[in-house]
């Protein structure tokens, strides 16, 4: 039994950490449907790099958490064949940075089988990957893509900030018929607990969160960004007055238009917080939607705090790179103040 | 797996019986096999092989040591693999290029790399892969067999302007093999008979993953085959049997006989003695006691009793060295430990002139840096 799962004996939740909350939906997930597989690059025995499959090869077996060969574009290949025999892989891409094998299977195909068929074949497939920085790890270890997979049509992008909401939003990316890319932040994997229930349920892929309500300005962001853009709200909340509304997307694709324009039409201004680099990040697309259809309510430019046009450094400059609360701070009172 | 040896003392691994098509040239304590021909080399050589191999298992201690200590980030130990790794370099002539991966640490020092450039990059800072002009060493490739088209691609360059005298040597795990990227590299290779050697550090495990997890086939070796192209396999704890077999790969890369083709696949048995990384627990996936018995043929150990019993070692020049390994990894580590950049390295360098975007993001973080202080930006973000 599942060392997470084997706690919830007789309890309606547990605290649990977003890396917990991870292998506690898959679990929940297996446990209720046994055409749900995991498949990947250590997942078995060694439970992932991260743990997240921690005990799942040994409650379910080597035919359903299965160690591949060293290859990701077999790993995502070979899942869309198995989708194709009704079955529902999980496959897991060990970091988002060695995703890019894959990218022809995720981009030509998983995206584009449905409609290529007129809707006679389809993907329902979760690809799971660590993504983002501030955990000093080598190169390659630490990208944000997400902008690559929220570009190409066909696919889901989903990204939790919370335990409740990994689990949530995991068991309804499972549930879902198309092919989502479940992108996990890291960073947070460990950083704090929240009740998680024990019983399956699942977080909408098409309601953004509002974490924190406010009036003067909209803060937009998701995954391991929301914890500095929280603390940076109430930060200014205490040192300057500014009531400010933090938004986690939670799904990056399909975007929640209306929670995203009903926020900028109450606060009339706009911050958006990403670890991606700035240009074509998912901020261009957030700022351009809010000018489409809600341009009328605006009172300053739209702020973009984000990553640099420039590879991620290695770890000594991690931490000018990635959007810091006094980074989110400083272009908070810059628009408030426009 | 099991197959005892003829003394019955102790567990072979399979993968170096001596009955195999293994190249050996010791033993398992490091005397002469019978019938092996010891390759052509000095007895200052010999040394250097010897010496480079034993600094290497001191860089390797000290680096889960500092890294443990947070004086480095994570590290990709090499115990029992730095007598391939040194010998493959120093089969390689001057003017040859060196494809390293993430854990080759030891082959580039010995193809001229020092030791600082080693510590830089896990200290978070890219200087030490800014490899000066006179070292033919690529920046360690950390995605799985992204290197092998590209070592080809080097080669074949060479090849395409008259440089036949330049070989290109491509490390690769047996992880790699399972990439599309090695069957590319290597299809070229042979497609193109460009002068490169490709050596698979076959260490058995790929991460969590073990070699029989990898392939169907028996061995890494016989891919060559399916590409036109030379397999060998070699014992890779015998650092003799791979400086022969890496020279005359090399040989052939740079002069082939008539009917040969350059390239050669190079399967160099190993064992990952030690974790993945500074970062991975083998105890969770894999038994002790077959580390033991791979123990039990360390290439340190090896090589040593070999020049003691040829008379080119004794414990006072054996002590000598290593005092100056010791003090050669610790002068690296404090000088490496003075290394900084400033922010404003994020920007440079991503083209050869800093476009005027990017220069005002700089601008932006350095406004941001004066008005409030660095260690707003030291801030924990979870």
Redesign the interface.
């Known amino acids: 039994m599942s060392s997470t799962a084997s706690t919830q004996t007789g309890q309606n939740a547990q605290r649990l950490t977003l890396v917990e909350a991870i292998q506690d939906g898959l679990y929940t997930e297996m446990s209720r449907d046994d055409s749900v597989v995991v498949l990947g690059e250590d997942v078995g025995k060694n439970g992932g790099v991260f743990r997240a499959t921690d005990q799942l090869y040994e409650e379910f077996g080597e035919d359903r958490v299965i160690d591949t060969p060293l290859a990701e574009a077999g790993i995502v290949g070979a899942s869309i064949g198995l989708a194709q025999t009704g079955m529902k892989p999980v496959p897991e891409m060990q970091f988002m940075g060695f995703m890019y094998p894959a990218f022809d299977q995720i981009v030509s195909h998983a995206a584009r089988l449905r409609s290529r068929s007129q809707g006679q074949y389809s993907v329902p497939m979760v690809i799971r990957a660590p993504y983002g920085g501030g955990i000093r790890a080598p190169e390659h270890h630490s990208e944000s893509k997400e902008a690559f997979f929220v570009h190409e049509p066909g696919l889901k992008v989903v990204s939790p900030s919370t335990p409740y909401d990994a689990k949530g939003l995991l068991a309804a990316s499972i549930h879902d018929p198309d092919p989502v890319i479940f992108l996990e932040p890291k960073l947070i994997y460990r950083a704090f607990r929240e009740d998680v229930p024990a019983k399956p349920y699942e977080v909408s892929l098409s309601e953004a969160a509002v974490r924190r309500e406010g009036s003067d300005i909209s803060v937009y962001t998701w995954g391991a960004m929301t914890r500095p853009a929280l603390i940076a709200a109430e930060n200014l909340s205490q040192s300057h007055g500014i009531d400010v509304e933090v938004i986690d997307l939670r799904t990056l694709s399909p975007l929640d238009v209306e929670t995203i324009t009903n926020s900028f039409k109450k606060t009339g201004r706009a911050a958006i917080v990403h670890e991606a680099p700035k240009t074509v990040g998912l901020g261009a697309e957030i700022a351009t939607t809010i000018q489409e259809e809600a341009l009328v309510h605006q009172e300053a430019p739209i702020k973009r705090i984000a990553g640099f046009d420039a590879p991620m450094p290695l770890h000594s400059l991690e931490d000018y790179y990635l959007p810091q609360a006094v980074r989110i701070q400083d272009g908070i009172r810059e628009t408030v103040d426009f | 797996m099991n197959m005892k040896n003829e003394a019955g003392s102790k567990d072979v691994p399979a993968a170096v019986r001596e009955d195999s098509d293994l190249v050996q040239v010791l033993d398992a304590e490091g005397n002469v096999l019978p019938q092996a021909s010891v390759p052509d080399i000095s007895d200052r050589q010999l040394l250097e092989l010897y010496e480079t191999i034993k600094l290497a298992r001191h860089f390797d201690q000290r680096a889960i040591s500092f890294q443990r200590q947070g004086r480095l ?2 590290y990709a130990p090499m115990t029992g693999q730095e007598g391939s790794q040194v010998a493959t370099s120093l089969a390689l002539a001057e003017q040859d290029w060196l494809f390293p991966t ?1 854990r080759e640490h030891a082959a580039k020092y010995a193809h001229g790399m020092d030791l600082v450039s080693l510590f830089e ?1 896990l ?4 200087d030490g892969y800014a490899i000066p002009d006179d070292v033919n060493v690529m920046p360690e490739y ?3 067999a992204t290197q092998v088209p590209q070592a080809m691609g080097m080669a074949w360059g060479h090849k395409l302007q008259g440089k036949t005298d330049t070989a290109v040597l491509c490390h690769l795990g047996d ?2 093999t ?4 090695f069957h590319e590299g290597l299809n070229f290779a042979g497609v193109f008979d460009v002068p490169a050697v490709f050596v698979c550090n076959n260490n058995q495990w ?4 073990p070699r029989e ?3 169907a086939s028996e061995t890494i070796a016989e891919k060559a085959q399916a590409y036109g192209i030379d397999g060998v396999r070699v014992d890779g704890l015998d650092p003799l049997a791979v400086y022969k077999v890496a020279s005359a790969a090399l040989e052939k890369a740079r002069n082939p006989g008539p009917g040969e083709l350059r390239p050669t696949l190079i399967e160099s048995v190993q064992y990952r003695f030690g974790a993945h990384t500074t ?2 627990d083998p105890s ?2 894999r038994d002790e006691s077959e580390e033991e018995a791979w123990r039990d043929r360390d290439p340190v150990d090896r090589i040593e009793t070999y020049l003691y019993n040829e008379g080119i070692l004794d414990s006072d020049l054996e002590s000598e060295i290593q005092d100056s390994i010791e003090q050669e990894v610790s002068e690296a580590i404090e000088t490496a430990e003075q290394t900084e ?1 400033s ?1 404003d ?3 440079e360098h ?1 083209y050869e002139d800093v ?1 005027a ?2 220069e005002e ?2 601008d932006e ?1 350095n406004r ?1 840096r004066e ?2 202080d660095d260690g ?4 924990v ?2």
């Open positions: 980030a994570t993430y990059p200290r978070g800072y890219r950390i995605p799985i992880g790699a399972s990439e599309g990227d790929a991460i969590s993953v997890r990898q392939t970062a991975d969770v996936y950049t922010p390295n994020i920007v991503v476009p975007r990017l993001q700089r973080l941001l008005k409030y707003a930006f030291s801030e973000l979870e």
